[in-house]
Nanobody, 127 residues
């Protein structure tokens, strides 16, 4: 079993930055696909950004169009942690952000592909 715990959410102004952390426990997730999803009030959970497993950990990432150029994701395998750096925040980024782990390493954009989920951390961006 893998337990995921997100942190780092909070209130930010539009144009500002936040860094979210996803700390894994139970198993080493270096070979897992890890993605961030978000869910805004009244909306479905959507894929944001992910880092599939790739040999050599070359930093390959998958983005949704809405965050490309603003959000980046990185792994610290020694700390069993994945980070989401969010820059140039917009009010429409307001949501609860979840990290999710896919043991197959695929980095799918579909929530159903992920076995393990964190409890979420709330991000609110004000204008």
């Amino acid at each position: 079993q893998v337990q995921l715990a997100e942190s780092g959410g909070g209130l930010a102004q539009a144009g500002g930055s936040l860094r979210l952390s996803c700390v894994a426990s139970g198993r080493n997730i270096s070979a897992y696909g890890i993605s961030w999803f978000r869910q805004a009030p009244g909306k479905e959970r959507e894929f944001v950004i992910g880092v599939p497993w790739r040999p050599g950990n070359r930093g390959y990432q998958v983005y949704s169009d809405s965050v490309e150029g603003r959000f980046t994701v990185s792994r610290d395998n020694a700390e069993n942690t994945v980070y989401l750096q969010m820059n140039s925040l917009k009010t429409e980024d307001t949501a609860v952000y979840y990290c999710a782990a896919d043991p197959s390493g695929s980095g799918s954009t579909r929530p159903g592909a992920y076995v393990y989920w964190g409890q979420g951390t709330r991000v609110t961006v004000s204008s």
